[in-house]
């Protein structure tokens, strides 16, 4: 089993080139339902286009390498366009490229939305990024071009999506040893990467499972927040969404480990369905640390945790030069039937699991030498790998080395009963590990999440996306969280406060729940009153135009915001024309103080 890491880019300004090398348009494009694949390769000889002849496998029935990636594609597109029904017609740009890359590590794939669009004339939260493929999905038409693009980035940016493809796989500096596999089946044999899950995951960001803020400053897209950042909330920052925080709170709040959460309805409502039971490292022995329960992150790469999980005593690995305990070297220590416990840092993951191995460890343990409340996903490839690896927090790591005769079970059933890759709420986490990880932070779930879901920031050999009975687990749900099936929903946590209150304003109206057609946005049609969000509470809806605040004049932006909601929320009869007057009078009283 194969394990490497996605790399998700996020999307950039509006109509306007990422700071990619261009190339050159030669296999055009494919239609797919109501997905095009624009074949961009520099060079399709090394792609697509790739002349070497390829056995048909796993109901792929390419006779090249090029037709067997094409075919890999339509699938993937067939399976998004069935998903979510799409209705207007989506443009990927596809190329093979080379991408960062090692002997045991490397990037896979790389996509993202090629626009964004704020304020479009449809259902849509006001002043708040889309994904250009749910734009024109939310709006009933192309925002853009409908002619697909000459090239890959180059004008007039007609495409809604781009996605790259690792076109050195295999080779002997790029993951040594492996190989795509093109089958359209997830049967990929070891040693070898789903083609197909690995477009089917890059493809989601794309659609819109992805952040457009700067998780290592904070900063909002050009001032404003996105889609993404109305349902991703922060546990222990007073339970505050990102489009709710100031810069210093969503830097903060992009590697704050468990406490970031999605509190999408959908989500929230499938995860059941989807997770098992929560699994943990439990300590067995000594009587000093006996039942401690540690969260782990898994690799893709060797075997996994089996079911009823793997006891040991646990060890220290020692390889006698500089950081022994970091397996980098063969180990002088024996450790026989025993679980190694190894550092992070200095070489590759799959080396200190080989390494452990060739000791006689059972599994092993790898503590990152970074502070952070969440364990990292362990990415590599080495088809040697033949024992468990899991990763803990280095405060686990330490409790862990800290008295002899340690004896641990990994894959123990955690004592609260919760779902592995849930917080303590039941709400899922989002992957935030210390440091901020470019590409894979935020727009990703958690790597605690058990079975491993297909959006997680590593791919995992036990991904079934074309099984019925897996699907794409959680991805669909969140998606149609952003508004894929057609409608505005609130978070499952909205904002229940007994009255209205605006910045400490308290308006005496009753905050009272239902289903509201208000979110407002200025382009629409006369008599549009923009999408159905359920399960809102009116604070949540006076709340949709907080970010106006942020915005250049924002004060009377702002106030403008909330004259269209109270307006549109007294037409429909959900306020009294005082109400709607006491909700008028706060904002006016408070947007010139927070936005002088």
């Known amino acids: 089993m194969k394990n490497t890491t996605f790399l998700t880019s996020i999307a950039v300004t509006l109509f306007a080139m990422l700071p990619l090398s261009q190339a050159v348009a030669d296999n055009g494009p494919v239609v797919v339902g109501n997905i095009t694949i624009n074949i961009v390769d520099s060079d399709p000889a ?53 991408l960062s890359c090692s002997p ?36 009933g038409f192309d925002l853009g071009g409908t002619v697909p693009d000459p090239g890959f980035l180059e004008p007039p940016f007609n495409d809604e999506i781009f996605s790259l493809f690792n076109s050195e796989l295999g080779t002997d500096e790029c993951l040594t040893g492996s190989g795509w596999y093109y089958g359209l089946d997830n049967n990929n044999p070891a040693g070898t990467i789903d083609f197909l899950a ?59 480990g468990p ?26 022995a000594p ?38 305990s970091d397996a980098c070297e063969p180990l002088a220590n024996d450790l026989t039937g025993k679980i190694a416990l190894v550092d992070r840092g200095a070489c590759n993951f799959t080396v200190k699991a080989v390494n452990a191995q060739n000791a006689g460890a059972i599994g092993v343990i790898i503590a990152n030498n970074q502070p952070g409340d969440t364990p990292i996903g362990l990415g590599g490839s ?80 036990d991904l079934q996306p074309t099984n019925p009975a897996v699907g794409l687990d959680l991805t669909d749900e969140l998606l149609n969280d952003i508004g894929w099936d057609g409608t505005i929903s609130c978070p499952v946590d909205a904002n229940a406060i007994p009255t209205v209150n605006i910045f400490g304003c308290d308006t005496g109206v009753a905050n009272r729940q239902g289903t509201y057609t208000v979110i407002p946005s200025k382009t629409w049609l006369p ?20 970010p106006l605040l942020d915005a250049n004049g924002g004060g009377g932006q702002y106030q403008s915001c909330i004259a269209q909601i109270t307006s549109d929320l007294t037409q429909q009869g959900n306020l009294t024309r005082s109400e709607s007057g006491a909700i008028k009078s706060c904002a006016t009283f408070v947007a010139p103080i927070l936005n002088p």
């Open 259 to 284: 406490n970031l959460v999605w509190t999408g309805p959908r989500v929230t409502a499938e995860a059941p369905n989807v997770l098992g039971p929560a699994l943990v490292i439990l300590v067995n």
């Open 527 to 546: 008599g549009q009153f923009g999408a159905v969000a359920g399960g809102c509470y009116i604070q949540d809806v006076v709340d949709a135009c907080f």
């Open 287 to 324: 009587a000093d640390i006996a039942g401690a329960e540690l969260p782990f992150g898994t690799a893709g790469f060797g075997p996994a945790v089996p079911a009823g999980g793997l006891t040991g005593d646990l060890e220290l690995a020692n390889d006698g030069v500089d950081v022994a």
């Open 382 to 461: 080495d088809p040697a790998v033949a024992v468990p690896t899991v990763s803990v927090t280095l405060d686990g790591g330490a409790l862990l080395r800290e008295f002899p005769g340690t004896n641990v079970s990994i894959g123990a059933p955690a004592s609260d009963g919760s779902l592995a890759g849930t917080a303590s709420n039941g709400l899922v986490k989002l992957y935030a590990p210390f440091p901020v990880q470019p590409g894979s932070s935020v727009a990703h779930f958690d790597v605690t999440a058990s079975p491993n879901l297909l959006m997680e920031p590593n791919i995992s050999g």
């Open 198 to 256: 690995v477009l089917l995951h890059e493809v989601g960001h794309g659609l819109g499972f992805q952040n457009f803020a700067d998780d290592a400053t904070g900063q909002n897209f050009l001032g404003f927040p996105d889609q993404w950042s109305r349902f991703q909330r922060d546990n222990a920052l007073v339970g505050k969404h990102w489009d709710q925080m100031i810069d210093i709170e969503r830097r903060f709040s992009a590697t704050n």
């Open 104 to 139: 045991n590590s490397g990037v896979l794939g790389a996509a993202g939305a090629l626009t964004v669009f704020r304020d479009f004339p449809a259902p849509s939260f006001p002043s708040t990024w889309y994904a250009a493929a749910l734009s024109n999905e939310l709006s």
């Open 46 to 98: 090394l792609g697509f286009g790739d002349p070497t002849p390829a056995t048909p496998v796993g109901g792929n029935p390419g006779t090249t390498v090029g037709e067997q990636r094409l075919e890999a594609y339509k699938r993937a597109a067939e399976i998004w366009d069935e998903t979510l029904d799409i209705d207007v017609q989506v443009v990927l740009q596809a190329i093979f490229t080379p």
